[in-house]
Nanobody, 119 residues
């Protein structure tokens, strides 16, 4: 199963951006989908996660500013980021786990997309 992340770029502080992550391959069901980020010199951290049932959790640092959503029919996840701050600058990775058509489980990572928040 492959994940393709897109939508990163350069944004001014206070700006907005939307990331997308599409899962493809021999998918029977996608369970949890999540966004992680890794800033230079720091460990990768969870940003937000959404289950197949729609339960959502956010890191405290992004609550009220970021919104995660998913389209189960398209196996696609989104991250709407508003009121961006310089400290949001990082490489953003998407992650998904689920079941393949051969009934094996999978956990996959996208390739990462760079977000830079700077004036």
């Amino acid at each position: 199963v492959q994940l393709q992340a897109s939508g990163g770029g350069l944004v001014q502080p206070g700006g907005s951006l939307r990331l997308s992550c599409a899962a493809s391959g021999s998918i029977f069901k996608v369970n949890d989908m999540g966004w992680y980020r890794q800033a230079p010199g720091k460990q990768r951290e969870l940003v937000a996660v959404v289950t197949s049932g729609g339960s959502i959790n956010y890191a405290d640092s992004v609550k009220g500013r970021f919104t995660i959503s998913r389209d189960n029919a398209k196996n696609t996840m989104y991250l709407q980021m508003n009121s961006l701050k310089p400290e949001d600058t990082a490489v953003y990775y998407c992650n998904a786990d689920g079941i393949k058509t051969d009934w094996r489980t999978f956990t996959s990572w996208g390739q990462g997309t760079q977000l830079t928040v700077s004036s």
